[in-house]
Structure formats: C-alpha cells, structure tokens
C-alpha cells in the first residue's frame, strides 16, 4: 500500500461506501487512516455518543471535511447517557466549517440557542429537524437569517415553531427549493401565503397538519374565511404533497393547485374542500404530471366546511386522462369511513385514465367500484407494470385470474382483499409471469396455494384487521 500512488489509494476509498467497510480500512495502516480522515465527508451518530459533547468534538477534529452530519436519538432512554445539547451544535459549527447538511432527530435537549450557534455556518444549505420539541420560531429565523444560502428546510413534529417572522424572511430571501412542514401544530395552512416572492424557486412542499390536533377540532369557517386572496407564483413547482389540509376555494393552497405548470408528482391525502374544479385546473395546467395519488376523505367531515357535501367525481378522473399524457403512477385511495355506494369514481373514470395514459403503476385501496370488469379491462393496459389492490372487495376469483393475459404486468401485491381465494391463482401457478407476489391479510388465500405462482413470493397473514 505504501507504493500505491496517492491518486489510486484516494480512487480505491472512494469506491468503499459502507461506514464499517471504511473504519476497517482505516485501521489497517498509519496511510490509510489519515487518507479516509481526509475524505469522509459524512457522519451518522446518536444514542452511542457518550459523552455526547466531547465525542463528537472528537469525531469533529478527525473528519474536518466533513458536509453532511445526522444525529438521531431515536429510542433513546436516560440509561443511555446524556443527548448532546446546544453545546454540541456550537462544537459542529466550530469544526466542521464546510457543513451543508444536517438532520437532527430527537435532539430533545436542544433549544433555540444551539440554533444560533448554526447561524455560523454560512455553507449550510439543508437542514431537518425531526421532533425537536424546545425549539420555536425564534431559533428558526436566527438560523435563517445568518444561514442565507439555505435551499433546504425540513420540520417534523416541530411543536412550539410557529410560522410568522421565519417564512417572511425566507421569502425575501428567494433562495429556498424544498419545503417540508410535516404535524407542527403552531403553522396552519395560511402561514404559507407569508412565503411570498418564495414561490418562485420553490420546487417540492410537503404540508402536513397532524390529524389528531386538526379533528379535535370544529373546521372554523370564520377562520377559513380570513385567508388572504392572493396569486401565488409557483411556477418551478415539481412536487406537492398535501396531508390533512383545507381547501376552500380560491384561497390559502387552493391558489397553488392551478398554477403549477411543471408539477410532476401530487399526493392530496385526506384534504378537505377539494373539488373537481381543482383538480381539473391542476390537469390543464401539469401536462408533465407523472404521477397522482389521491385519497379521499369520507362524506361525515364535508358538510362543516361548506353548505353542500363536496365529492371528486369522474370529472376530475377525465380531465387527467385528457391532459396529464405523461402519467405513469395513479393511486387512488378512499378513507376506511367511505361506504360503497358513496364513492365518488365509477370504474369507468379510472380506467380513462388508464385507457389514455402510460401508467405504469396502479394501487387502489377502499374502492368498491372496481370490479371483476375493471381486471378484464387491464388486460388491455399495454404499459402497466405493477399493480396494488388493498381492500378492493369487488375483485373474485374470476378476475385475478386474467392477471396472466396483462401485457407486461410483473409485480402483484394483494392486501385485505376478502373476495380472493385459493383458487384465483391457477393460472399464474408455474407461470412466473410475476417477478413479485405479496400478499398480506388476506382470509382465504393460503401461503402453500400461492407457492410457483411468481419468482418471488412474500406472504404475511394477520387478521386482526377483521374484529
């Protein structure tokens, strides 16, 4: 090794991608030691990190290269040792003066000072907190402001950060790309008007708001009514992902829905006030849109928002078929509170969109109305590769049968579906036309009767779900 140039022992670390493979290579000479110290650039710790503080300024001064740090304390207990404080970050912001990206995960001990230590790093261009309860707004804007090149900013579960002064600022600054505001109860859906001229960089945003804090209470029609009425400029808008979220028309996210002219990928889960409207605007609008999951939220919690019951029909299904001609992902979900006679898509608007788009994935879950007829018409679906049926009581025997006659079908996953037996794999037994079988909770399907029906089988059996 001592012989080997320095460029060809620099190549032969690079190519080692495991943190253990590397810490053993490390030990094996003087070289090597100092050649990895010099090129790691990542770092993963948490609960071992005893004493927290002096660990890592330890660990800190070995790698000084270092650009992505994550600390986790998931599972952590008292036992354990000490978790790293707002020392800590002082340490990191200290040391390691080309860090870009950091996640913290369960830094219970962390407050808005350690925050301010970070505004030191000026090269910090991502960072994820994920339930950080002593943080608040305060210790994000001191972040935002000292950190001006950031593009990244996740927050989960983030309880006492509220969304006023940060985001104002962040949209001044125009520089952020990917927003992720997942079950912090203290910013609503209106707070992210305060984005502003923001929206125009904004790539991908997930909003979340924690289902158990938004059905404790009555949706507030007075506070629905305050939103601002204002254009939002979201133009560069790839990805968007909606939880739980209010949509009243003409305000708050509803603005966004139209607007997304590069919108590639939307998830809409459980999202009160949706209408078809929407839905269509969005579909004349995202021609590149590649996938789209919707599930739907049952009829008891519509009528609070608005006068009349609210419902995605075929109209939304069809203007997708009609425009988004690059779509390859559709999913479509109906919430366990949904009836059957109630739901709101026909087979005959799913399958539009199948008929008059490249899909290549299809799940259903919840959906009554897709039926023995629906399998037969997939055996027509010339590009569909995988396909999910969770809890599609409709679909017999008699219509995974026809599962041999798709085209290019290759991944079956089959999940608390009480109309399929045994008996609905005999033509696929020997076959392997499927690279993947998973089953899941189903009654009647047994582990032996689905041996040799793909090349790959995975089965798991709990009933629970039934009582």
């Known amino acids: 090794m001592d012989e080997l140039p320095e460029n060809l022992v620099w190549e032969i670390l690079g190519r080692i991608r495991k943190t253990g493979d590397r810490n053993s290579v490390s030990l094996a000479c003087k070289r090597l030691y100092e050649l990895d110290n010099e090129q790691r650039i990542s770092l993963r710790v948490g609960c071992g990190l005893d004493p927290a503080n002096e660990a890592l300024a330890s660990l800190c001064n070995r790698f000084p290269n270092l650009t992505r740090v994550e600390i986790t304390y998931s599972g952590w207990m008292s036992k354990l040792g000490k978790q790293m404080d707002d020392q800590g970050l002082s340490i990191l912001s200290g040391y390691c003066p080309l860090l870009s990206d950091l996640t913290l995960s369960y830094c219970t001990f962390i407050t808005d000072m350690g925050l301010r230590y970070l505004a030191s790093c000026s090269k910090l261009l991502a960072l994820k907190l994920n339930f950080t309860p002593r943080i608040t707004g305060c210790g994000i804007l001191s972040l935002v402001v000292g950190c001006r090149s950031l593009t990244i900013l996740h ?41 502003g001229p923001s929206w125009r960089k904004l790539k991908r945003l997930q909003f979340e708001v924690d289902a158990n804090y938004r059905y404790m209470k009555v949706y507030d029609r007075l506070a629905v009514d305050r939103w601002q009425r204002q254009w939002i400029p979201c133009e560069n808008m790839q990805e968007l992902s909606l939880v739980n979220c209010i949509i009243s028309p003409g305000r708050g996210l509803a603005c966004v829905l139209g607007k997304c002219r590069n919108l ?50 075929d109209e939304s299904l069809k203007a997708i078929a009609q425009n988004c001609l690059m779509l390859e992902t559709l999913r479509i979900s109906f919430s366990d509170g949904e009836f059957p006679s109630f739901s709101s898509f026909t087979l005959n608007g799913i399958l539009s969109v199948i008929q008059n788009c490249p899909v290549r994935e299809l799940a259903l879950d919840h959906v009554y109305s897709f039926t023995d007829v629906g399998m037969e018409a997939l055996c027509m679906a010339q590009h569909l590769e995988t396909l999910e ?9 008699e219509g995974l049968q026809l599962v041999s006659q798709f085209p290019r079908l290759h991944v079956l996953r089959l999940s608390k579906c009480l109309g399929i037996t045994n008996g609905g794999f005999r033509t696929l037994i020997g076959s392997y036309k499927l690279d993947l079988l998973a089953v899941e909770d189903c009654p009647q399907i047994s582990e032996r009767a689905i041996c040799g029906a793909a090349r790959s089988i995975s089965f798991r059996q709990d009933l629970s779900w039934m009582y």
């Open 155 to 195: 927050l989960i579960r983030c309880l006492n950060v509220n969304g006023v002064e940060w985001l104002e600022y962040l949209g001044k600054l125009e520089t952020l790309e990917d927003l992720s505001i997942k079950n912090c109860r203290a910013i609503g859906e209106g707070d992210l008007i305060k984005l």
């Open 264 to 313: 590639e990928k939307i998830h809409l889960d459980m999202c009160v006030g949706v209408r078809d409207s929407d839905i269509v605007g969005l579909a004349q609008k995202s021609s590149n849109l590649r996938s789209i999951s919707l599930r739907v939220p049952s009829d008891f919690s519509l009528p609070l928002l608005m006068n009349n019951p609210l419902r995605l029909t």
């Open 389 to 397: 049926l969770m809890r599609c009581q409709e679909v017999t025997d």
